[in-house]
């Protein structure tokens, strides 16, 4: 019973921490590869 115990314990934990950095992930990652207006247009320029 408490080898059951310790592992739904451990699966919720590593569960919560998987769907944390999924949900940062998924925040951080448009903004990161966007970028913004300015440098996109610099960027274009420069390559151009």
């Known amino acids: 019973m408490v080898i059951s115990d310790i592992g739904r314990t451990f ?5 919560s921490i ?14 990161q590869v966007g970028g913004t207006p300015a440098a996109t247009a610099t960027a274009a320029r420069l390559t151009a």
């Open 11 to 15: 699966a919720a934990i590593v569960c």
């Open 18 to 31: 998987v769907f944390s950095a999924t949900c940062v992930l998924s925040a951080v990652g448009p903004a």
